[in-house]
Nanobody
Framework: VQLQASGGGLAQAGGSLRISCLAS????????MAWFRQAPGKERELVTS????????YYIDTVKGRFTISRDNAKNTMYLQMNSLKPEDTAVYYC?????????????????WGQGTQVTVSS
């Protein structure tokens, strides 16, 4: 599948943003999906992942309780709701898919990538 992320932008600390990832060229019904991010000067990291039917999610500790991953398979779309944003959340956010698994918390299994969307949080 091809992935396209959208919805990034500028938010103040404490604010919210929602980013989306639209898939095309195939169905996402049976595959694991995730959001990664890469901050300036840092390596890309797995932020959160979700299983094929949306019933299981994984979050890194730094976003637990603030970010919520979800998916609408009928719309071939995944979302990331980001609340209580912090300046350290500033990064390019990438959506990713792992067609070999229905769920994965392993960053190395994701092999389809969107182009990234910039999220900037000001203090």
């Amino acid at each position: 599948v091809q992935l396209q992320a959208s919805g990034g932008g500028l938010a103040q600390a404490g604010g919210s943003l929602r980013i989306s990832c639209l898939a095309s060229g195939g169905t996402i019904n049976y595959i694991a999906m995730a959001w990664f991010r890469q901050a300036p000067g840092k390596e890309r990291e797995l932020v959160t992942s979700i299983n094929s039917n949306g019933g299981m999610q994984y979050y890194i500790d730094t976003v637990k309780g603030r970010f919520t991953i979800s998916r609408d398979n009928a719309k071939n779309t995944m979302y990331l709701q980001m609340n209580s944003l912090k300046p350290e959340d500033t990064a390019v956010y990438y959506c990713a898919a792992d067609a070999s698994h229905s769920y994965s918390e392993d960053a190395t299994t994701y092999n389809s990538w969107g182009q990234g969307t910039q999220v900037t949080v000001s203090s």
